[in-house]
């Protein structure tokens, strides 16, 4: 199984400011990765597939990165509903599709 | 709009099954670009993948190694729905359990892209 591993547990942002989050995965994913956001009561909402892919909607201040076991999601200006939770998750080895434990991005 | 509504008891008594239902609207589940899945979330194991059932010239099941033994996961095409059934449930298993679809195709996602609302799901000792 690949574990997934996301850094840091808790990020203090201002409003405005850019957010840097990290993903790490234990062997190669190629770029099938995916990240969440998920705010408090809801379910997650995909933002970015295949590493650096923005979903349906999702705005232009969301960007991803990365290839094989490194990944980073940026936030490039955080507006209030950013101030949510954030899983990476792998789809390139299967069973199973697995998450990271998220990143929390709070205000500072 | 797509959509999945979730139904089903939020509280299970320990030793019983869960069932919980997700009914779709805007899709199909027997449609040939998607399989449809159960995903839960717990504070003490994150958000795991627990199995999914889709369509390829038959029904196709896959589940998670970890409840392997204790789940089921049935399609409805005359209700256009899929259903989770869980035994023998424990406290460990309290949980918020989604339904979600995943794009199959390699020319979307393959991520979930569509999740229904949660079901907190509480199981008393």
Redesign the interface.
């Known amino acids: 199984e690949i574990v997934m591993t996301q850094s840091p547990a808790t990020l203090s942002v201002s409003p405005g400011e850019r957010a840097t989050l990290s993903c790490r995965a234990s062997q190669s994913i190629t770029s099938?990765l995916?990240w969440?956001r998920q705010k408090p009561g809801?379910?997650?909402?995909?933002l970015i597939?295949?590493a650096s892919?923005r979903?349906t909607g999702v705005p232009a201040r969301f960007s991803g990165s990365g290839s094989g076991t490194e990944f980073t999601l940026t936030i490039s200006s955080l507006q209030s509903e950013d101030f949510a939770i954030y899983?990476c998750?792998q789809?390139n080895n299967?069973?199973?599709?697995?998450?990271?434990?998220?990143t929390k991005v709070e205000i500072k | 709009q797509v959509q999945l509504q979730q139904s089903g008891p939020g509280l299970v008594e320990s030793s019983q099954t869960l069932s919980l239902t997700c009914a779709i609207s805007g899709d199909s589940v027997s449609s040939s670009k998607a399989d449809w899945n159960w995903i839960r979330q717990s504070p003490s194991r994150?958000?795991?993948?627990l199995g999914r059932t889709y369509y390829r010239s038959g029904w196709i099941n896959?589940?998670?190694?970890l409840v392997k033994s204790r789940i089921t996961i049935d399609p409805d095409t005359a209700k256009n729905q899929f259903s989770l059934q869980l035994t023998s449930m424990t406290p460990d298993d309290t949980a918020v359990y989604?339904c979600?679809r995943?794009c199959s195709l390699s020319t979307c996602?393959?991520?979930?892209?569509l999740?229904?609302?949660?079901t907190m799901v509480t199981v008393s000792s």
């Open positions: 099938n995916a969440y809801q379910a997650p909402r995909l597939y295949d892919t979903a899983y998750q789809y299967w069973p199973p599709w697995t998450f990271g434990h998220g | 994150g958000l795991e993948w896959d589940f998670a190694v989604y979600a995943r996602s393959r991520a979930f892209d999740w229904g609302q949660g």
